[in-house]
């Protein structure tokens, strides 16, 4: 009964941890970021933190691996529809902005060329594959499945938080994001799939 009732307290601050940690970092980046402000918001302290963790680099590795895997798992691609893949994922930024912003710290401060991720291709084979076999259906435009997926991927993120031009909310009127979906999904359909 003890052990179970340490585990699920354990489990509850690894949580709080987690959750204060996406803020910090999404908000103000990995050199920004201030141990600190997450073991405060969390409500623990920092033997914690760094108990579970390691240190701030490898918690923000933590929260990095885990929302990478995040958009992999709630956005499933369906290749021979990049087109409804692209509007969902879309829709992911506006419900979870942080994620966008934590990709863009990633680039910024550790890794400025190259893939986001060293081990990229654990996180993109099943993509590429997908990708692959719909070219080879004659679905998709042949090319490098790689940039055919970037594309699509960068074309979802038009109005996320690493728009140069503009940056969406969930806050904003819906028929705005109607409208916005339509344009994505017509865009990409132009873009990568061949006519049916």
Do not use: C
Not at 102 to 128: I, N, Q, S
């Amino acid at each position: 009964m003890y052990d179970h009732a340490m585990t699920s307290r354990g489990a509850a601050t690894h949580r709080r941890i987690v959750d204060a940690a996406t803020r910090e970092f999404a908000e103000h980046g990995i050199a920004g970021a201030r141990v600190e402000r997450i073991v405060a918001a969390a409500r623990t302290n920092k033997a914690q933190l760094y108990g579970y963790f390691g240190s701030k680099e490898g918690l923000f590795d933590a929260i990095f691996a885990d929302s990478l895997e995040r958009i992999v798992n709630v956005v499933p691609i369906d290749a021979t529809d990049l087109a409804d893949w692209a509007v969902r994922l879309y829709d992911e930024y506006l419900r979870h902005p942080e994620l966008i912003r934590l990709a863009t710290w990633a680039r910024m401060e550790r890794r400025p060329a190259g893939h986001l991720v060293e081990d990229a291709d654990r996180l993109d084979d099943g993509k590429l594959r997908a990708i692959a076999d719909a070219q080879a259906a004659g679905l998709v435009r042949p090319g490098d499945p790689f940039d055919v997926m970037a594309m699509v991927i960068a074309m979802s993120m038009a109005w996320s938080p690493v728009s140069n031009v503009y940056a969406a909310t969930a806050d904003e009127p819906a028929d705005l994001h109607e409208r916005r979906r339509a344009l994505l999904r017509d865009s990409v359909e132009r873009a990568v799939h061949t006519r049916r």
